[in-house]
């Protein structure tokens, strides 16, 4: 069965940090692409961050480039989003999400065929 469990959230002040977890069992992120997603209350699912295990490919949003920066511990079978100076506009949800399929969009969610449960991220102003 395949699991991605994410940790990592919490609440933060405008201008602090935090570095989400997503931890992967019954699959191979070392041959996967893995994306970053994050949705707040009546707004749609949007992509954040990505990397591509295969080439080492990165994106982000414009709205957290600079910002935030995806990385991964492929031995532990982890990706990693770290993000700085947050702001209240980042107050969401985040899911990790992959597929070990060839990724034609990175931002799209229907992209993605696996899903973790979400971690609550709140950035207080």
């Known amino acids: 069965e395949v699991q991605l469990v994410e940790s990592g959230g919490g609440l933060v002040q405008a201008g602090g940090s935090l570095r989400l977890s997503c931890v992967a069992s019954g699959f191979d992120f070392a041959y996967a692409a893995i994306g970053w997603f994050r949705q707040a209350p009546g707004k749609e699912r949007e992509g954040v961050s990505y990397?591509?295990?295969?080439?080492?490919?990165?994106y982000y949003a414009d709205s957290v480039q600079g910002r935030f920066v995806i990385s991964s511990d492929y031995h532990e079978n982890t990706v990693y989003l770290q993000m700085t100076s947050l702001k209240p506009e980042d107050t969401a949800v985040y899911y990790c999400a992959s597929d070990y399929r060839t990724i034609a969009k990175w931002d799209l969610p229907r992209e993605y065929g696996y899903w973790g449960q979400g971690t609550q991220v709140t950035v207080s102003s």
């Open positions: 990397i591509n295990s295969n080439d080492g490919t990165t």
